[in-house]
């Protein structure tokens, strides 16, 4: 009983982890010319804001893509389940990682118009907000793989879990001096 809960757990922190190591990369490459160009929306607001730049977004998904691939590949040994055949993985991975980057982009969005700083915190949609733009682009461009591989436990226990580690990450980043704030 025990073992199958830990292995459960495992087993959906291998899964969303292309997502996780492109959200994590993300911060580490990051810096540079701001995905918005620096432009401001209608209402006189950045788009997105310095917080947010194509090197924290190429690097954060060829990152998170590398890990998913070696991930695949690893998977039948230790009889974990894996991101599907080649190249078919490739959209499973661009989904997770692209997807999860996505989420964090669209939330600096809502942020911005709701007058929120650069860095300023949204509780509970700043740790979640890579997880929805992954599973969200899973249902929408890989249904099948998502809805053969994730079961609703996998689904319950990411969400659950996903706020503590992100904050265990950003703690990190703050410490190593990428993150302004620890959060
Ligand atoms: N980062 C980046 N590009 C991305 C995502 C993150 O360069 N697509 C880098 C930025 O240096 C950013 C840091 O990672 O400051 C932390 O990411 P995050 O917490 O998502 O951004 P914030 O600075 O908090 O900005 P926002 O208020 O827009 O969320
Ligand atoms: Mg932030």
């Known amino acids: 009983m025990l073992v199958n809960i830990v292995l459960l757990i495992l087993q959906s922190l291998w ?38 730049t194509w090197k924290g977004l190429m690097g954060g998904i060829v990152f998170g893509m590398f890990v998913g691939v070696v991930q695949t590949y690893s998977a039948e040994i230790i009889e974990f389940p894996d991101f599907g055949f080649f190249p078919g993985f490739f959209v499973v991975l661009f989904c997770l990682t692209f997807g999860a980057l996505f989420g964090d982009l669209y939330k600096s969005f809502v942020k911005r118009r709701l007058n929120v700083k650069r860095g300023g915190k949204l509780p509970v949609i700043d740790q979640l907000d890579f ?18 591989t994730f079961t609703i436990y996998h689904i319950i226990i990411i969400l659950v879990v996903s706020p503590l580690l992100h904050r265990v990450m950003n703690i990190a980043g703050y410490r190593i001096g990428k993150k302004k704030v620890p959060w």
């Open 131 to 148: 997880i929805a733009g992954a599973f969200l682009f899973l249902i929408i461009f890989s249904p099948v793989w998502f809805l053969q």
């Open 15 to 52: 899964l969303i982890l292309p997502a996780y190591a492109a959200n994590s990369f993300a911060v580490i490459a990051g810096g540079g010319t701001p995905v918005d160009f620096g432009k401001k929306f209608y209402d006189g607001k950045r788009i997105f804001g310095d917080g947010k």
